[in-house]
Structures are given as structure tokens and as C-alpha cells.
């Protein structure tokens, strides 16, 4: 397994509707020379639930941030919207949490080290301007210290 010491958020920049994105996220990267999506995970709604869709192998290096040698490093999660426009769902939030506490405790990756895109590739805006990386944080750690106190 490679070392992974870091999460890495992005934003799809495509409205989350009742098509699935997953298969466009797919094509697009293929268009751009990767041999498949770039992220590791894709959220984004099905039918009426909003559910985290695994995409490339955790052991593979990712393709979706170069700087920091972050594409080595770390687990790459796209969210399905365009959060420079709205805020993401409580939903979404909810799925992406839970995901990250799962990684952080599977990897041993502690939450601060769960980024925006945006603090690597600094002219994006990405996971954008409405999407409060903050609050993922502080969720990602408050859960972590309840899942290792109450055990699972
Ligand atoms: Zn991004």
C-alpha cells in the first residue's frame, strides 16, 4: 500500500441532479489522458439518497492534485455540485463526514490533515467559496475521538 497522510476535497462543477454524474466524471478525465476517474470517491446523489461511490483503487495513486506531491500522498473525494453558487445539503455533508472518519481511522490520518483543494492549488476556489471545510473538520475530529472512545 502507498502512504496516504492526507484527504484531498473537490467540487464536480456540475449541478447534482437526477443524472449521474459518476459516468461523466469518468469520460472527462479519460478525455484529459487519465486511464480512469482521477478521485477516489465521488458523492453525489442516486435516486433519492446521497451516497459516496468508490472510483479509483485506494492503492493507486490518484489524479486530481499535483502540488505537494498530493496525488501520491493522498485519498482524492469529489462532491457532485457547484459550490461556489450554493452551500452543499446537510446530506452531503453527512456522507462526506462519515466517509473521511472512516478514512481517518482505517489510514491513521488525523482530520487536520482533511483539505480543500484549494489549499494546494491556490487560484481554484475548490471545493468552492459555499463549501465549509471547516466545520468537515471539526466534525471529521469530534467523531473520530467518539468512534475510538465507544469502540466499533
Ligand atoms: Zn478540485
Partial sequence: MRNIDAIVIHQSLTEDGD???????????????????????????????????????????????????MNHRSIGICVCGCFDHHAPSKEVYEVLISLCVDLCISFNIPANCVYPHSFFATKKTCPGYLFNITYVKN??????????????
Avoid at 461511490?53 to 499535483?66: E, K, M, V
Avoid at 466534525?139 to 466499533?152: D, F, L
Fill in 19 to 69: 443524472e449521474l454524474n459518476y459516468g461523466g466524471i469518468v469520460d472527462s478525465h479519460i478525455e484529459r489522458g487519465f486511464d480512469r476517474e482521477g478521485y477516489h470517491y465521488i458523492i453525489e446523489k442516486v435516486r433519492d439518497r446521497v451516497v459516496a461511490i468508490a472510483g479509483r483503487p485506494l492503492h493507486n495513486f490518484g489524479a486530481h492534485c499535483t502540488q505537494n506531491k
Fill in 139 to 152: 466534525e471529521t475530529a469530534r467523531r473520530i475521538v467518539k468512534e475510538i472512545e465507544h469502540g466499533s
